[in-house]
């Protein structure tokens, strides 16, 4: 796997756990910015945005555009990919409790 897919692999992971550690399970795009550059993975909102829109594509999250922002909900499927129920390809998995 080249660097490019592992960091959006990646990427992809951070935003669904992002989402799920919000009360109402929401943020949007300049948010997740701010999330992905505490893991080191700085990056434009044009490219949060297409990284939201393919999560979107996969079931994972839902999104609404607010201005020039997106809004991203988590979908059911996008948390039980969080759980471990199912894998979605093309986001890494998360760890194991206690791992």
Do not use: C, Y
């Not at 910015?33 to 829109?53: D, N, P, S």
């Amino acid at each position: 796997m080249d660097m490019d897919q592992l960091i959006r692999e990646q990427s992809r992971l951070i935003i669904l756990k992002a989402l799920s550690a919000q009360v109402a399970e929401t943020l949007n795009s300049d948010l997740l910015l701010h999330e992905l550059a505490t893991f080191g993975i700085r990056k434009t909102r044009e490219w949060v945005h297409g990284e939201l829109r393919w999560l979107a594509d996969m079931g994972a999250v839902s999104l609404v555009q607010a201005g020039s922002v997106l809004v991203a909900t988590l979908a059911d499927h996008g948390q039980r990919h969080l759980d471990r129920l199912i894998a979605i390809e093309g986001i890494q998995r998360p760890s194991r409790v206690g791992s």
